[in-house]
């Protein structure tokens, strides 16, 4: 199991490494998942579910969240599309079984935020539960998403983050999947851009081939770099890649701490801009070297006091 699971108290802002979908079908998966110390789950009700078995799934659904306790990891419920009659039964069993929170597939407008956001609302008076405890992501997995991302984004108080579904979004642009990354550059940019400037997390695509793990890591590698919070993956054997390139490196936790305590040195002493290391360092360098912290902090690899 992982240790805490969050980067701040506020729920919004735990730590989201890895979101690994499971089959809301299948109980088997369902109730062992949590043991390889994922950060959170995706229960999906949606894609992995056959037409005809959605009722099974939104009872099993349902009976796991009730039944099994998944210690820190948090739980998070992928319902249906809003253009199927699916959705808000889904969101109902979620709501009375306790998830931490709903992904809306293929999100494309503020508006469907919204929609979502009055369910939950319903049904958190309903089954007395305490208002605002269950959160939303959302899923931009088309062009028109996309545009509309900083829409999206902004919302709903409920709103964590936001994630891209390369999938969906491919097909959309008449494209397909390549190891450079270069079709998912757009989607990827600007969804990522529209999160940060809202405030909200976000997470990249999945991997889906399992055969190719050096390819996977090299896609990892590149979404951290570029700036994003997590990844959804579908195998447990994805968690360990991504946990280790999300996690700070010593050398990236000594530069923080070391560029923390330089500008509360610096600052008492009126001093703005200073060297440390070598490189000039002035305030604007203090919001990443906290968050590198508390990312270390939240990961289990460096505790409270500096």
């Not at 976000?202 to 951290?224: K, P, Q, S, W, Y």
């Amino acid at each position: 199991m992982a240790g805490t699971c969050e980067v701040t108290s506020d729920p919004k802002k735990r730590l989201r490494r890895t979101m690994l979908f499971l089959n809301a079908q299948r109980p088997s998966l369902m109730k062992d998942a949590y043991i390889y110390g994922p950060d959170s789950v995706i229960l999906d009700l949606e894609d992995a579910v056959s037409e005809n078995q959605k009722d099974a799934a939104r009872f099993s659904l349902y009976n796991n969240l009730r039944s099994i306790d998944y210690g820190t990891v948090e739980r998070i419920v992928r319902i249906n599309g809003l253009d199927t009659p699916h959705w808000p039964e889904d969101v109902r069993a979620s709501v009375a079984g306790g998830a931490d929170g709903i992904r809306i597939p293929k999100c494309e407008r503020a508006c469907d935020v919204k929609r979502i956001e009055a369910a939950i609302e319903d049904a958190e008076r309903e089954f007395s539960r305490e208002p605002g405890c269950t959160l939303i992501m959302a899923a931009i997995e088309s062009p028109r998403g996309v545009l509309n991302a900083l829409d999206i984004c902004e919302s709903s108080e409920r709103l964590f983050g936001v994630a891209i579904s390369g999938g969906d979004f491919r097909a959309a642009m008449r494209t397909k999947y390549y190891p450079s990354g270069v079709e998912m550059a757009s989607a990827r940019g600007n969804v990522l851009l529209a999160a940060r400037a809202a405030g909200v997390q976000c997470f990249d695509t999945v991997f889906t081939n399992l055969d190719d793990m050096d390819g996977f890591r090299a896609e990892v590698i590149m979404n951290r770099e570029m700036g994003f919070d997590g990844k959804s993956i579908v195998n447990p054997r994805q968690i360990a890649i991504v946990h280790e390139i999300f996690t700070p490196t010593d050398k990236e936790i000594r530069e923080a701490l070391r560029v923390v305590r330089a500008l509360r040195q610096n600052a008492d002493e009126g001093v703005g801009v200073f060297l440390v290391d070598g490189k000039m360092i002035d305030a604007a360098f203090l919001s990443g070297a906290e968050h590198t912290i508390a990312l270390a902090r939240a990961s289990g690899v460096l505790g409270e006091a500096l």
